[in-house]
């Protein structure tokens, strides 16, 4: 089959692979019919998380139809339409049985590559990394669900593809973002107008916030979170102050909830964010944290701080700040086993669309290009679809 493969930092290539086939009982074998780009690709396309190797086939994003199944697959059936969240889940593990899908014990073959940074393991996840267990990605003609009657979801009728693909990772990791620090009535910041957040702000509303207030700088994103979420925008690179903006429009005190949606590759305009650049250039760290910084300074006293971003390691963490103010904080990379029928519901009643994150579609041959486009954010760019077949 055809797949986009990773050959080195900002070296993506189209490629034969051998095609996937049944290794245990339980899988099930998808022809992806759509596939998408990811923010935190980017941090392993541009050499910030290690353990990739060439020839690894990427992708995290997906849906598609069951072409075979293993012989213990019981509720998922050849023929079925079916999205797949991007970890790796068995459903039976402690932390399957209490909904921390993404901390699975059971999915990431390599552990030794996560324990001795993050002194455990996360589920394995789709054409992420060796360290995230070196599953094959889903930019391809066929992918491998290992758990296909925990992992696949199938779709509602009526639905096209736009409107469920997302609910494979960006609309779940939004609205588990939303759901970690929305409580009725709430005024909501979101950093990041990307597909996540995005979602984190249709999230919010949908949750009972009261106002959503967006930061970005491009202003297609910041049209799109206005027109397709109902939220308020700042455009941080026209303003003096994220912070003093954010006191003015809520009366002094700051946002109830914060939400980092934009992760390790953060820009901005302080001498932080320029510090950040330089020792992220030379390898002293994987993160520029401007956003995280900034939501946490701009965050109410005794608010909740939602972190949705993906980071490794931070210099100039402002620990004293989050415990002097009192703040929650919460994280996860997403578990959307848990959200997935929620989201569907959602989808199938009109109250969740993500179909306007679709603003550019490529055939599987032309995803080189896409992630190019996505990359330096060039042409109004959302997110690039790929068509593999």
């Not at 996560?114 to 394995?124: C, N, R, S, V, Y």
């Not at 990379?333 to 993500?354: P, V």
Request: charged content about 20%; aromatic content about 8%.
């Amino acid at each position: 089959m055809r797949a986009l493969c990773w050959n080195g930092v900002n070296d993506l290539r189209v490629e034969t692979v051998p095609d996937p086939g049944i290794v245990n009982p339980h899988d099930v074998i998808l022809r992806v019919t759509s596939s998408t780009t990811c923010g935190s690709d980017l941090h392993f396309i541009d050499g910030y998380i290690p353990t990739m190797r060439a020839g690894d086939v990427i992708g995290h994003e997906f849906m598609g139809e069951v072409v075979e199944t293993g012989p213990e697959v019981r509720n998922i059936k050849k023929g079925d339409r079916v999205v797949v969240p991007s970890f790796i889940c068995c459903g039976q593990c402690w932390f399957c049985q209490h909904d921390l899908w993404s901390l699975c014990d059971n999915t990431n073959p390599n552990a030794e590559l996560q324990e001795p940074l993050l002194g455990g393991t996360t589920a394995g996840i789709y054409g992420y990394t060796h360290a995230f267990g070196g599953y094959a990605g889903a930019h391809a003609q066929y992918v491998r669900v290992p758990y296909g009657d925990i992992d696949c979801f199938k779709v509602p009728d009526g639905l096209r593809d736009e409107q469920v693909l997302f609910l494979s990772d960006a609309a779940p990791t939004g609205y588990m973002g939303a759901d970690f620090c929305v409580t009725p009535g709430a005024t909501v910041a979101v950093w990041g107008c990307g597909g996540v957040g995005l979602m984190a702000q249709r999230s919010a509303y949908l949750l009972g916030a009261e106002r959503v207030i967006a930061i970005d700088r491009f202003p297609e994103r910041l049209a799109a979170a206005r027109e397709h979420c109902g939220s308020e925008t700042i455009d941080y690179s026209s303003v003096d102050s994220v912070l003093d903006t954010l006191k003015e429009m809520t009366g002094g005190r700051g946002p109830d909830a914060c939400i980092d949606a934009v992760g390790m590759e953060a820009h901005g305009t302080s001498l932080m964010a320029k510090y950040d650049v330089v020792k992220q250039a030379l390898r002293l760290q994987t993160d520029r944290g401007e956003a995280l910084r900034e939501a946490i300074m701009a965050i109410r006293k005794g608010g909740t701080l939602s972190i949705l971003g993906v980071y490794g390691v931070m210099d100039k963490f402002p620990i004293g700040v989050i415990m002097n103010k009192g703040l929650t904080v919460k994280t996860a990379q997403q578990h959307g086993q848990k959200y997935m029928s929620r989201l569907l519901d959602h989808a199938r009643k009109g109250e969740l669309d993500a179909s306007f994150l679709a603003t550019h579609t490529f055939s599987l041959e032309d995803a080189p290009r896409g992630y190019d486009m996505f990359k330096n954010k060039q042409d109004g760019i959302l997110r690039a679809v790929f068509r593999p077949n």
